[in-house]
């Protein structure tokens, strides 16, 4: 027993102490007098003694009951699944096959690239999109260690952390099954299409979006240009809403700035206006680029009650009108124009929902998946050998999907480098006797480490078919969330079982 700082910081290095010396690391027990007692109580000297001698009984009453317990070993597969060909999954399968490790991309779509194939120029690195993404390309389908599946998607996952079975069909029902160690979801996001906004629809080709300017900005025909003399763009459309999408898209402003950009290079006499609520340019030179872009076009304010207004008033060649209150001017603005480009954010690709249910990891309130911890692992889902990367969790710019995808890499590497895997002694122990196969552990464990199974009963003359629940002990954590669900009392947390809780509990009230 040692009575002293943080367990997280310490816990392990004592356990390593222990084990050199011949000692079971389950029979070490830390007692958190610093950060439960004289941090918390600094100024009320006799307290926090009287307090730290009671956490120092109450442990000692429990480390009279602790048992050994041991770490079971299983072989982990050197394989990695990439579930997205966007340009993040195809980093981070480049960064795994680098390394040595046999590594799969599933692509739903019958090319790699995703959004890429429909870009220009890249923001903020100014690149022509189609030749930074054939150079990735290029490099993917010449590595000996990525196999692609084009048209392809999941149809099954099954197993844990090191060893995975995967089954994957493609768009003529063909099942290919792969067994792997870890997976990387890099399923990317999709423009939001504003149908009904801003006269945005069939009827008006000249209302489009930023992803449909841009794929006008790359095709060789210019001739699109001719009798267009104003622009119009507005940022923030259906975004950062009271309801509906609430969240900010942050790559919006950016690339709005770079299309107007081009096209003052490609049609210097353009007039540009640019109606916006906020930029969010985060970055020094993000900020000299927005700054260089105010000296080439109009830009005006609007509020989120104030919405501008447009209306279509000729039909060959189209012009509408656009009204607006300019909140810095506090007046209201009228003027023509012969396109409207609209901003709209990113959102989740459809179907996240079926994925995230196969992987049983989670999705936050907007559909993007959600991190373990946005701060403490911001990689990593709270399925153990399960990583994130790019837009499959949030918005975000080319470089950053491309560190987020060498980070999730990175993650995953540690694991598939290891040739084994160690598997906790602190984990869940269900009764089977006793166990009446109700399903609320399975329904509450937030590592989806618990698993109803049928079982067969020989009862007298008949069989009877039950349910019993089973901990995966590669997935378990030992958070006891199943212990404290169970109505049965049936699930008992090793190392915490309920005779060692109690002797704390008893050790506490004999002294007061």
């Given at each position: 027993i040692v009575a002293s700082c943080t367990p997280r910081t310490h816990e392990s290095l004592f356990q390593e102490t222990c084990v050199e010396g011949g000692l079971n690391k389950y029979l070490f027990e830390m007692v958190n007098i610093r950060d439960q007692c004289s941090w918390v109580h600094m100024n009320e000297y006799e307290f926090a003694t009287e307090k730290a001698k009671d956490l120092i009984r109450m442990v000692v009453a429990k480390a009279r009951l602790l048992k050994p317990l041991t770490e079971a070993k299983l072989d982990i597969t050197p394989n990695a699944l990439i579930i997205g060909g966007g340009i993040s999954g195809m980093t981070a399968a480049l960064n795994l096959a680098?390394?040595?490790?046999?590594?799969?991309?599933?692509?739903?779509k019958n090319k790699l690239g995703g959004n890429l194939n429909d870009l220009n120029i890249l923001y903020p690195i100014h690149e022509e999109s189609s030749k930074f993404l054939?150079?990735?390309?290029?490099?993917?389908?010449?590595?000996?260690n990525i196999q692609v599946f084009l048209s392809s998607n999941l149809k099954e996952i099954k197993g844990f952390v090191g060893n995975y079975n995967?089954?994957?069909?493609?768009?003529?029902?063909?099942?290919?099954d792969l067994k792997v160690g870890t997976i990387i979801v890099a399923?990317?996001?999709?423009?939001?299409?504003p149908e009904g906004l801003f006269q945005y629809g069939e009827k008006n080709k000249n209302v489009i979006t930023q992803l449909e300017l841009e794929k006008k900005l790359k095709g060789d025909d210019k001739s699109w240009l001719n009798g267009i003399d104003r622009i119009t763009v507005i940022l923030c459309v259906n975004a950062r809403q009271k309801e509906g999408i609430t969240y900010c898209s942050n790559v919006c402003c950016g690339v709005s700035l770079k299309n107007i950009s081009i096209l003052k290079e490609l049609k210097p006499e353009l007039e540009i206006a640019v109606l916006y609520r906020d930029f969010q340019m985060a970055k020094k030179e993000f900020e000299e680029y927005y700054r260089d872009r105010r000296k080439e076009s109009m830009f005006l304010r609007y509020d989120l009650e104030g919405q501008p207004e447009i209306v279509k008033i000729n039909e060959k060649p189209e012009k509408y009108q656009v009204s607006i209150f300019e909140t810095n001017l506090q007046d209201q603005l009228q003027f023509e124009t012969d396109l409207v480009v609209l901003s709209t954010p990113m959102i989740p690709p459809e179907n996240l929902q079926e994925l995230a249910k196969m992987l049983k990891v989670p999705l936050d309130k907007n559909g993007f998946f959600l991190e373990a911890h946005v701060k403490l692992r911001p990689l990593d889902f709270a399925t153990e050998g399960i990583f994130l990367s790019g837009c499959a969790q949030?918005?975000?710019?080319?470089?950053?999907?491309?560190?987020?995808?060498?980070?999730?890499?990175?993650?995953?590497s540690r694991i598939l480098s290891a040739k084994t895997i160690k598997t906790s002694g602190l984990i869940a122990e269900v009764n089977q006797e006793r166990c009446i196969g109700c399903g609320k552990c399975e329904s509450v464990c937030p590592?989806?480490?618990?698993?109803?199974?049928?079982?067969?009963?020989?009862f007298e003359d008949c069989t009877i078919?039950?349910?019993?629940?089973?901990?995966?002990s590669a997935l378990c954590k030992g958070c006891g969330t199943c212990g404290a669900q169970c109505p049965n009392s049936t699930i008992v947390i090793k190392h915490f079982s309920f005779e060692q809780i109690n002797a704390m509990i008893r050790a506490l009230s004999i002294n007061n």
């Amino acid at each position: 027993i040692v009575a002293s700082c943080t367990p997280r910081t310490h816990e392990s290095l004592f356990q390593e102490t222990c084990v050199e010396g011949g000692l079971n690391k389950y029979l070490f027990e830390m007692v958190n007098i610093r950060d439960q007692c004289s941090w918390v109580h600094m100024n009320e000297y006799e307290f926090a003694t009287e307090k730290a001698k009671d956490l120092i009984r109450m442990v000692v009453a429990k480390a009279r009951l602790l048992k050994p317990l041991t770490e079971a070993k299983l072989d982990i597969t050197p394989n990695a699944l990439i579930i997205g060909g966007g340009i993040s999954g195809m980093t981070a399968a480049l960064n795994l096959a680098c390394q040595g490790f046999q590594t799969y991309i599933v692509e739903k779509k019958n090319k790699l690239g995703g959004n890429l194939n429909d870009l220009n120029i890249l923001y903020p690195i100014h690149e022509e999109s189609s030749k930074f993404l054939n150079e990735i390309k290029n490099k993917v389908e010449k590595s000996k260690n990525i196999q692609v599946f084009l048209s392809s998607n999941l149809k099954e996952i099954k197993g844990f952390v090191g060893n995975y079975n995967v089954s994957i069909i493609d768009s003529e029902k063909n099942v290919q099954d792969l067994k792997v160690g870890t997976i990387i979801v890099a399923t990317g996001a999709l423009e939001l299409k504003p149908e009904g906004l801003f006269q945005y629809g069939e009827k008006n080709k000249n209302v489009i979006t930023q992803l449909e300017l841009e794929k006008k900005l790359k095709g060789d025909d210019k001739s699109w240009l001719n009798g267009i003399d104003r622009i119009t763009v507005i940022l923030c459309v259906n975004a950062r809403q009271k309801e509906g999408i609430t969240y900010c898209s942050n790559v919006c402003c950016g690339v709005s700035l770079k299309n107007i950009s081009i096209l003052k290079e490609l049609k210097p006499e353009l007039e540009i206006a640019v109606l916006y609520r906020d930029f969010q340019m985060a970055k020094k030179e993000f900020e000299e680029y927005y700054r260089d872009r105010r000296k080439e076009s109009m830009f005006l304010r609007y509020d989120l009650e104030g919405q501008p207004e447009i209306v279509k008033i000729n039909e060959k060649p189209e012009k509408y009108q656009v009204s607006i209150f300019e909140t810095n001017l506090q007046d209201q603005l009228q003027f023509e124009t012969d396109l409207v480009v609209l901003s709209t954010p990113m959102i989740p690709p459809e179907n996240l929902q079926e994925l995230a249910k196969m992987l049983k990891v989670p999705l936050d309130k907007n559909g993007f998946f959600l991190e373990a911890h946005v701060k403490l692992r911001p990689l990593d889902f709270a399925t153990e050998g399960i990583f994130l990367s790019g837009c499959a969790q949030w918005p975000k710019n080319i470089q950053d999907s491309i560190s987020q995808a060498n980070g999730a890499a990175g993650r995953a590497s540690r694991i598939l480098s290891a040739k084994t895997i160690k598997t906790s002694g602190l984990i869940a122990e269900v009764n089977q006797e006793r166990c009446i196969g109700c399903g609320k552990c399975e329904s509450v464990c937030p590592y989806n480490a618990i698993e109803l199974i049928e079982e067969e009963i020989e009862f007298e003359d008949c069989t009877i078919i039950t349910k019993k629940s089973y901990v995966n002990s590669a997935l378990c954590k030992g958070c006891g969330t199943c212990g404290a669900q169970c109505p049965n009392s049936t699930i008992v947390i090793k190392h915490f079982s309920f005779e060692q809780i109690n002797a704390m509990i008893r050790a506490l009230s004999i002294n007061n």
